[in-house]
Structures are given as structure tokens and as C-alpha cells.
């Protein structure tokens, strides 16, 4: 199916230069690879839950923090749809996070993209769980700044049992397209989180492309923890992997139910068992 | 004829089965029965007992004074033994000690010898029941220890037993529902069990989320595909729902919810009975949004009133709520009525898979497009009200209220759900007129005509505030000041209510 179907004539309202444009690219060229009556998006709330208007494709713009288990809903009424989640690093790793941490648990086939800023940006700039130490923001004790170590979510999703875990730079889009396709054909659940700078509300952690790198599709989860510790999310100081961390292949939430493999077996969902 | 029986002893004693058993019987002779299980929140110790009350004419409630005590510990003959009538009699555990964990049906045999049903009747359905040689001798023996009081003559009454819990599995299962999330809490985790044993057999799917806001979200993300979908919940999960529900109200994603009421605030009385969701059943949820609220009386109704939901919900692609609480949920009620003809539920809206379909949870154009244009913001908070006109009109087909007792009366009783069969049988020979309200949104207009014609209106509810009194003031402009409410979260019985309603005629 041609990109350009993707489109909508819906007006963008993003900042100009927010790289939000770039991971939009990078979703479209991913997604032109797949039929587009096949897929199905949940967006979060927040600046890339605008994405919902940016694609001509079915889809639930949801409750904030909630994009995941809607997602997950639509794989129960569903499971041949191609279901695509996008979260901000607000929405998943605070108000949803323990979503996620079932999410790894019930394995169901559909791919997160998290647009990961380091800031609550929507609401103009608090901090979220990986934001850094002393990021100063208006919600914070005056000069003090953010007092919380960020959390490392890689970790978190390892410890869960995620069965694909991928990072990406948003401003490589041919990188993010290939890894979101990777993503899109992996049979279960997988998290593509996109290092992503909002240039109005976290600057001093933007701009971290020189501490990034490549590495081949890994799955051996020894390897995958020593990657993930390469970066705190605190500093721009250590290396950050990017590409599929961890790989693995096990039964998704579909096969464990018999009613949801019949229903994948015939291509259809329960409207038309 | 009408029997009341306790049947108390620890929790894991098993004193349901000897309701069971003795129920069971009951009924093949033609007998109407009525069981109240009254359990504190705790697994296996305490003290557990059911209220078994049967008659020949039709029940639905137990009675405060008992004619019989059956025993599994000393504990029950001390808690109860006041309320035994002059010549109510006491079976109590101590002749059958070695028996272990068969005393139950020891207590089931004496019981049932008590109640002069001849020996092989009991032991058919202990064969049935267990089929094991110690029950068998069990059983002999509780029958061997006691007199014939009674003698139970065989009647023409086709009776079933049904809780309320296994009617809404029956009135989803009628409807073809394809999909039941929740997330355990009592009372109404006995439909989650129910539901999910009925896998097999109805191809339905009961999937148990991690929470009950991930409940709510993948129900939505669920019934967005086609799929006919419900969740199940008591008042604190209710609570945690409600940004879900508020999301339905502006995605328009048909949703059947089931709200089975305890006693709140907070975790209040796990295990026991309130009417006092009634409130945030009519308006959990920020925003404005119209929905549907159903409250069954009785287990038929909750068959009939469950298929009326999932056909509103997928007609008008509304949230349509199911009200019931522990007393209707876990109650054995019995009946001789057949439920209404099935209602077909059809999808009828356009689902992902073909063309592009969106719902969101922003104000939107006809495309689903996010927008926060003033007119369109204002068309489309009229066009839900007008909505909900329409699903005014379309109820009225159904039986929003009904009306018992004597027809001509000028007292008029006005109550909903669980205290139904109460009041049914409280009122019996007396000179009331019973106005049932079922539908709560929207509500009869009857409802205030009845009124109007009343000289008596008493309010019977189970909760602090008489919430179904508000919304009728609401509503109609009328108050009804003569209130009988009870919250101390055990059912009212028949005798006592009884006496409550004709203090308010004096
Ligand atoms: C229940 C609820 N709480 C709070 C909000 C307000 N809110 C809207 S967007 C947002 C933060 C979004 O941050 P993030 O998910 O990181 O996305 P970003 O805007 O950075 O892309 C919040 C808190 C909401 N919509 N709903
Ligand atoms: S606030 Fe930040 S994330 Fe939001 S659109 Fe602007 S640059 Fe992008």
C-alpha cells in the first residue's frame, strides 16, 4: 500500500522542528509495508497522541496513561488486526506503568512506540519518571529542580518479560522504520522506545546523538541488561544502545485462549464468529 | 406452609450444601424456596450461616424468627437460639462428631427426616450429589436421629433456583455477549466465576485484567471491534472505571457494565448488602453523557433486564449499567416464571478491518477528527442529549416499572432491586399497591402519575440517604417524605418490613 494513503489533511500543530514529524515518517514508511485496512492505532494523550489525526487509519485516540490495555482490548476483539499503541514517556511510565509491566506478562501481539522526551510536554513541562535529577520545571521547588532519579526503562521491561524490546533515535527515521517494522512482525508484544528531544520544554537533554550507537538484533537477555545499564536516562554522560535489544519467541496472549486462536484461524474477529 | 431455617457453622464446614440438598428436594416436590447466605470476609473459621425459607406459595425472603436451628458448631446455637420460635427445634452437630467433614450431610439427612421425606428420597440425590459409600452411611445416619414432624405433600409447581449472579450470566449468554473483563471483587465476582465456568459451552471469552481502569480500557478497545462486551464490578472498581465510562460517553463504543452494590464508603462490608450505588451508577464520570440504568428485582428479571441492556447498548452505542448488589447477586431465589422471549442483539456500526473507523475519547468532527470548534462542540453536547431522548422513547417498550399488590390502593410502596421480593411478601393480604421501578435512567414517567394518585407513598430502600427518593424529587418534584431505610447491610425480612409498612398507614 502506497505511503501517501497514510496521510490525512488534518493540520499538523506540533512545534515546528519537534521531532515528532520525524517519528510520523518513520511510522508511514513502516507502514506501508502492511494493509492498511489491517491496522488499528490507540494513541495516548499528550503531544504524539496527535498522531491519531496524522494517519488515515482506524483507530482509538484513548484515555491518558490508558493506550495500552485499549490496545490490548482491541487484540481480544480482534486478534487480526495489526495493532499499534503510541505513548509519551508521561503517559506509559507514570500514569500507565503498571500496563506495561502486564502487558510483558500477557504477551499480546501489538507493537508500543513510545515517544520518550523526558518531559511531560502537553501540559507544559513537568517531569516524568525518565526525566534527569534537577531537570527545573514549574511544578518543582524553585531553583531545586526535579529531586528523583529517573527510572531506566529498558530495565523494567526486561524484568517484565517484554518479548521484543527495541530503542531508536527519532531523528534517524530510516533506523526507526526499519526497527518499527521489526516490531510490526514480531509475533507478541513489542516496545520500540524513541529517544525524542522536545526542543521546548527539556533542552539541556537534547541532542544526544553523539553518545548513540548501533548494535545488532540481540537475543541473549544477559547481553540485553548490560546494554540496557549503558544509559541512566540521568546524564548525558554512557553510550545509548540502539536497535533490538532483546528478542525472544514465545506463545502470545492469542494461542493461550482457544476461542481467540479459532477466531484467528478463520481471519475474522467475534463480530463475525 | 411456610419453614424458616438457619443452617450456621464455621466457613469451609459446608453449610451451602445442606442448603443445596435440602433445596434441591424442595423444589422437585413443587415447593418455593428462598436461601440467604450471610458470610463475614474471611476464608475458612468465623461463623457462616444461610437463612432457608420455603412455603407453598411463592417466596422470596427469610423471616426473623426461626422454626429450625441446624447446627455445625456450638457458636450458631448460641448466636441464634433467641431468635428460635416456642416450638422451634435445634439439630445441632454433637451426635454426629465422628462423622468429620460428612456432618453436613448428617444435618442434611436429619433435616430432611424432620421434614417427613421418606429415606430413598435422600439418598438419590446424596448418590447424585457424591456417590461415595461414608456419604451414603453419613446420610443414614442423620435420617436414623430424628422424628418425622412434617409430612410434605408433593405439589404442581414447576419451580427452578436461580441467584442473581448465574441470571445476568444467563441474560449475557442469551445475548450472545463475546467478551466479559473484570477484575475480582465482591459480590460480584460470582459472575466473573459463573461466566468464565461457561467458557466451554457458549464460546464466550472472560478475560481477567490486571486492574479494573485496565479493565474498563480493554473492554472499550474490545467492543470498538464488534465485539459485544461486558464488565463486571463493585463500587470501589465502579469508582475506578468511571474516566472509562466518561471516555464512552464521548467515543459512543457500546458497553454493558454490571454493578453489583456492597455496602461502602470505602471497603466497607465486603460480604454483605447495600442499595447505595444507585448514585454513582446514574452519574460516575465527568461530563455530560446519556446511559442507561437497569435494576432488576428478581433473577428473571435480571435474564430479561441483562438481554434489554446489550440491545440498548448496541442500538443507541451507549453504556448501559446493570445494578444489582450482594442480596440479589448471592441470594437463591426460586420461580416459576419463564423468562421473556429472547431480545437478538445486532451490530450494526462499522468496525475496524475495512474502511478507516476512529472513536476517541476528544470532542470531534462526523470523522472522528479531534477539533475544539465551538459549534461543533455544541452540536455534538446537543446531539448527545438528543440522543438520549430517543433511548427515552425506545425504553418505554420495555417494562420500566411494575405494579404489585392490590391495584385500587392508596398506599403506594415504592422500592427497587433486591428489596423487591420482600416487599412482595410483606405486603401479602395487606392493602398496598407496590410500585417496582426497574428502569432508574431513564425513569417512568408513570411514576409520578402513581404517585399522584396515592394518599400513602412510603420509600423502602437499603441505603442511609433513599437515593431512589432523590432522583424521584429529581424528577418528578415530588418528595416522599414517609421513608423506611435500612443500612446495616443485611436484607430486611418479611415480618419486620411488614411491620414497618403498617406503621406508616396508621
Ligand atoms: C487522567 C489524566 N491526567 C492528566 C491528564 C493531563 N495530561 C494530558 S497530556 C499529559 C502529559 C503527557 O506527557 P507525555 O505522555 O510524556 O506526552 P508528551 O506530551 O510529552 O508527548 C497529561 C498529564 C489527562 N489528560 N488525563
Ligand atoms: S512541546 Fe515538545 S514534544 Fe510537544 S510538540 Fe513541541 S517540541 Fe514537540
Not at chain 2, 471469552?205 to 486492574?211: G, R
Not at chain 2, 472505571?241 to 463504543?253: P, R, V, W
Not at chain 2, 447495600?274 to 433473577?299: C, F, K, S, T, Y
Not at chain 2, 396515592?454 to 430502600?461: F, G, P, R, T
Amino acid at each position: 500500500m502506497k505511503k501517501e494513503n497514510l496521510n490525512t489533511n488534518y493540520g499538523i500543530t506540533w512545534c515546528p522542528g519537534c521531532p515528532n514529524y520525524l517519528i510520523l515518517e518513520s511510522v508511514k514508511q513502516a507502514l506501508s509495508n502492511f494493509k492498511h485496512e489491517e491496522l488499528c492505532m490507540v494513541t495516548d494523550i499528550g503531544c504524539h497522541g496527535k498522531t491519531f489525526d496524522y494517519l488515515n487509519i482506524s483507530g482509538i485516540y484513548g484515555l491518558h496513561g490508558r493506550a495500552l490495555p485499549t490496545a490490548l482490548g482491541v487484540t481480544l476483539g480482534n486478534p487480526n488486526l495489526n495493532v499499534l499503541a503510541f505513548m509519551g514517556d508521561g503517559a506509559l511510565y507514570s500514569e500507565g506503568i503498571g500496563h506495561f509491566i502486564h502487558a510483558g506478562r500477557f504477551n499480546p501481539n501489538l507493537t508500543l512506540i513510545v515517544h520518550d522526551n523526558q518531559s511531560f510536554s502537553l501540559t507544559t513541562g513537568q517531569a516524568t519518571p525518565t526525566s534527569q535529577t534537577g531537570f527545573k520545571t514549574k511544578a518543582n521547588y524553585p531553583e531545586l529542580g526535579e529531586f528523583n532519579n529517573p527510572f531506566n526503562p529498558i530495565r523494567i521491561a526486561l524484568a517484565s518479560n517484554v518479548s521484543f524490546i527495541a530503542r531508536c533515535n527519532a531523528r534517524d527515521i530510516k533506523h526507526t522504520a526499519e526497527i518499527i517494522e521489526k516490531a510490526i512482525n514480531h509475533r507478541g508484544f513489542s516496545y520500540v522506545e524513541i529517544i525524542q528531544d522536545c526542543i521546548i520544554f527539556n533542552p539541556e537533554m537534547n541532542n544526544k546523538d553523539k553518545m548513540m550507537y548501533k548494535v545488532e538484533d540481540n537475543s541473549d537477555k544477559k547481553i540485553a541488561e548490560k546494554l540496557a545499564d549503558e544509559w541512566d536516562y540521568n546524564s548525558k554522560a554512557g553510550k545509548i544502545p540502539l536497535g533490538v535489544l532483546y528478542q525472544e519467541k514465545k506463545s502470545i496472549l492469542t494461542d493461550k485462549w482457544p476461542q481467540l486462536s479459532k477466531l484467528e484461524n478463520k481471519g475474522v474477529g467475534w463480530v463475525k464468529r | 406452609m411456610k419453614l424458616n431455617i438457619l443452617i450456621g457453622g464455621k466457613a469451609g464446614q459446608g453449610i451451602n450444601k445442606i442448603s443445596e440438598i435440602v433445596s434441591e428436594v424442595l423444589i422437585s416436590y413443587g415447593y418455593f424456596t428462598f436461601n440467604y447466605r450471610d458470610y463475614p470476609s474471611l476464608i475458612r473459621g468465623g461463623h457462616n450461616f444461610n437463612i432457608l425459607c420455603f412455603s407453598d406459595k411463592r417466596i422470596g425472603s427469610i423471616e426473623s424468627k426461626l422454626d429450625f436451628i441446624i447446627a455445625m458448631d456450638e457458636n450458631t446455637v448460641n448466636e441464634h437460639k433467641k431468635n428460635l420460635k416456642k416450638d422451634g427445634i435445634i439439630i445441632d452437630y454433637k451426635k454426629f462428631e465422628s462423622l468429620g467433614r460428612n456432618l453436613n450431610i448428617a444435618l442434611s439427612g436429619a433435616l430432611m427426616k424432620v421434614l417427613g421425606f421418606e429415606e430413598d428420597v435422600l439418598l438419590k440425590i446424596i448418590q447424585k450429589e457424591f456417590n461415595n459409600e461414608e456419604s451414603i452411611l453419613a446420610a443414614k445416619k442423620g435420617y436414623d436421629s430424628q422424628e418425622r414432624k412434617f409430612n410434605l405433600v408433593k405439589l404442581k409447581n414447576q419451580v427452578k433456583i436461580l441467584s442473581g449472579s448465574q441470571a445476568v450470566s444467563m441474560g449475557a449468554i442469551n445475548s450472545k455477549m463475546d467478551l466479559f473483563i473484570a477484575y475480582p471483587m465482591t459480590p460480584a465476582t460470582g459472575l466473573l466465576h459463573e461466566l468464565a465456568s461457561k467458557q466451554v459451552e457458549s464460546g464466550h471469552m472472560v478475560f481477567q485484567s490486571e486492574n479494573e481502569v485496565g479493565a474498563i480500557n480493554q473492554a472499550l478497545g474490545a467492543s470498538f471491534t464488534g465485539a459485544k462486551t461486558m464488565v463486571g464490578t463493585s463500587g470501589g472498581g465502579y469508582d475506578l472505571m468511571t474516566e472509562g465510562l466518561s471516555f464512552q460517553g464521548m467515543s459512543e463504543i457500546p458497553l454493558v457494565l454490571y454493578l453489583c452494590s456492597r455496602p461502602g464508603p470505602g471497603t466497607g462490608l465486603p460480604t454483605y448488602t447495600m442499595q447505595n450505588d444507585l448514585d454513582i451508577a446514574l452519574r460516575g464520570g465527568h461530563g455530560e453523557a446519556p446511559r442507561i440504568v437497569i435494576a432488576p428485582g428478581d433473577p428473571i428479571e435480571c435474564i430479561e433486564k441483562t438481554n434489554e441492556a446489550f440491545c440498548l447498548s448496541e442500538e443507541f452505542n451507549c453504556l448501559s449499567i446493570i445494578l444489582s448488589d450482594k442480596h440479589l447477586a448471592e441470594s437463591e431465589f426460586s420461580s416459576d416464571r419463564k423468562p421473556n422471549k429472547i431480545l437478538s442483539v445486532k451490530v450494526k456500526r462499522a468496525v475496524p478491518g475495512k474502511g478507516v473507523v476512529k472513536a476517541t475519547s476528544y470532542e470531534h468532527d462526523k470523522f472522528g477528527n479531534t477539533t475544539e470548534d465551538a459549534e461543533i462542540a455544541r452540536v455534538s453536547a446537543d446531539n448527545r442529549i438528543a440522543k438520549y431522548k430517543k433511548m427515552k422513547d425506545y425504553c418505554k417498550k420495555f417494562e420500566m416499572i411494575k405494579i404489585f399488590g392490590n391495584k385500587n390502593s392508596k398506599n403506594l410502596i415504592i422500592g427497587w432491586g433486591s428489596t423487591k421480593t420482600v416487599i412482595l411478601d410483606a405486603i401479602e393480604g395487606e392493602n398496598f399497591k407496590f410500585l417496582q421501578v426497574i428502569y432508574m435512567k431513564p425513569l417512568s414517567n408513570e411514576i409520578k402519575k402513581e404517585m399522584l394518585k396515592a394518599k400513602n407513598v412510603i420509600l423502602v430502600e437499603q441505603n442511609v440517604t433513599g437515593q431512589l427518593g432523590r432522583l424521584i424529587r429529581e424528577k418528578t418534584g415530588l418528595k416522599i417524605d414517609k421513608r423506611i431505610l435500612k443500612y446495616d447491610g443485611r436484607p430486611f425480612t418479611q415480618d419486620e418490613l411488614k411491620k414497618e409498612l403498617l406503621k406508616n398507614i396508621k
